[in-house]
């Protein structure tokens, strides 16, 4: 039974493309068969796996209007042996042209079906927006989606609306939508800042935000100029440790059930 | 004559509302009639200045759509003097309800007509991304787009999109159009990063990258909470200097030409 997993979070630059590929690094090193789907215009998560959005054969654009199938785009990342869907700029495009189209919302969810149990855990990194490449994400995702948390106040701002949107997803789209955990990321734990939004995220959450928390490392932000996850570029850092632990916690998670 | 600027990057969390926000304060501290535009649906400049954007009588969204004008929304922060049209949670749906709508790119721009000479300048802060809501900003900013750019890797990737993007409003939206500068923000003077990434920058955009670099200051990730400008939070603070230094370095460039 694959796994499939939404990254989401509207608020831009809370850490969505670095949880993705680092979290999908450290479960292909636990041995999963990982599969990241990178949806979001900016192309983030595939060039930070060092692959040129500019130039691929062709991308998740195709993917969702159909003009492509998922084994004419699938790359590997050698060193971390993760799998990839990658974006390029012409998703751009693909909000206006989804809005006409039919089963517009399934469109991703319909096109993986022909991949999906070549792996145990898919990933899907979203764009810093609630708009149809996001939708399409959440209607995929069969066991729910990760939320991750910047510690920073303007992030908790935005919650309630993400809540509303998995909500109305849920209702209308994809029956089995839940919020698989939030994960609590750029820690600082000089700043009292920090200690507050994970105390009051955790009071809004319950028993949903995961144990892990990412703290605020120079190494995961310098790791994409290698076109690496944080597992290959420093595997001893704060950051990786970070990442590897969330990573055995979902796994563990999962398992149990 | 009414300077409009836009206040523009897709890349997610590069301090769009907070550049919008402070640089509005110190405009007006320095004497200038100012309104801030909120047209992202995360509405975090309309929450950062104190208000509560899920009660506000109209926000942008009926502005955007033509049921409403600016007089009806115009709200006012007394500390800082900066006047505010506010957003509400509606404008996500507001990309979808554009898209079939007569001049739609021009919604903004001509709202703003009726109290545009009230002020001497008026900031729009935009979403994280390059949908209709950013093209409005565009099409409206008649002196053109300052652009917060993070001294990040990932945030280097995103600039040659947004620079195609710029380009395309010109030729078919709004002739004015240009780079009015590029800001480096969350500067961290202790990582070889932040100095990679404003030479790399530099490079790219000789002569459009602003003095004034706005350093990584805790005080600017709290003032929101307070919902007050860094100039009425912590006027001693880097933060608030960095943007004191920004404003008066717009100005002088405004006023010689
Ligand atoms: N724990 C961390 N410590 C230090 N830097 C980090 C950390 N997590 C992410 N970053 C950096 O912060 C920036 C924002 O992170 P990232 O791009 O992953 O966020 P995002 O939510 O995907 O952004 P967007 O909304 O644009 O998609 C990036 O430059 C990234 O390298
Ligand atoms: N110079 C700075 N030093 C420290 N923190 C900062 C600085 N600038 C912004 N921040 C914090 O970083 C986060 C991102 O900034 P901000 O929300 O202004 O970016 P944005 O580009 O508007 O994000 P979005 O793409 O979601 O609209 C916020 O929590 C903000 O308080
Ligand atoms: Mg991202
Ligand atoms: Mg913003």
Redesign the interface.
């Known amino acids: 039974m694959t796994i499939i997993y939404a990254i989401a979070n ?5 850490g969505k ?1 670095t949880s993705t590929i680092n979290l999908a690094a450290y479960l292909a090193d636990a041995g999963m068969r990982v599969l990241l789907i990178d949806i979001d ?4 998560a595939t ?2 796996l060092g692959f040129n959005k500019n130039t691929v054969e062709a991308s998740t654009y195709d993917l969702l209007l159909g003009t492509a199938q998922p084994q004419d785009m699938l790359l590997c990342h050698e060193e971390s042996e993760v799998s990839l869907l990658p974006a390029n ?1 012409a998703l ?1 495009g693909a ?2 042209e989804l ?1 006409n189209m039919m089963a517009r919302e399934y469109r991703l969810k319909t096109s993986l079906e022909s991949i999906a149990e070549q792996f145990d855990y898919i990933l899907i990194d979203c ?5 149809l490449l996001t939708i399409n994400a959440l209607t995929a995702a069969s066991h729910g989606v990760i939320i991750p948390v ?1 510690c ?3 992030a908790l ?2 919650l309630t ?1 993400l809540q509303q949107t998995i909500q109305m997803v849920r209702q209308h789209l994809n029956r089995r939508l839940r919020i698989r955990g939030l994960v609590m990321t750029m820690y600082d734990a000089r ?1 009292n ?1 920090s200690r507050q939004v994970v105390q009051e995220v955790r009071e809004h959450y319950p028993g949903l935000v995961f144990r892990a928390i990412i703290p605020r490392n ?1 190494r995961l ?2 790791a ?2 290698y076109g690496q996850p944080i597992s290959v570029y420093t595997p001893n850092s704060a950051g990786a440790l970070g990442y590897k632990v969330l990573a055995a916690e979902i796994i563990q998670g999962d398992m149990s059930k």
């Open positions: 509207q608020k831009g630059g809370v493309t215009p900016q192309s983030n060039s930070a700029p751009a909000e206006v809005v764009p810093p927006s609630l708009s910047q920073e106040y303007l701002e935005g609306q700043t800042l120079i932000s310098e994409p100029s």
